[in-house]
């Protein structure tokens, strides 16, 4: 599903914002 692939691009770009 396309809210899962968002869901993850949100997770890696915060993950990304916190480093």
Do not use: D, H, Y
């Not at 691009?9 to 990304?16: C, N, P, Q, S, T």
Request: net charge neutral.
């Amino acid at each position: 599903m396309w809210l899962q692939l968002v869901f993850v691009l949100l997770v890696a770009k915060a993950i990304i914002g916190l480093e």
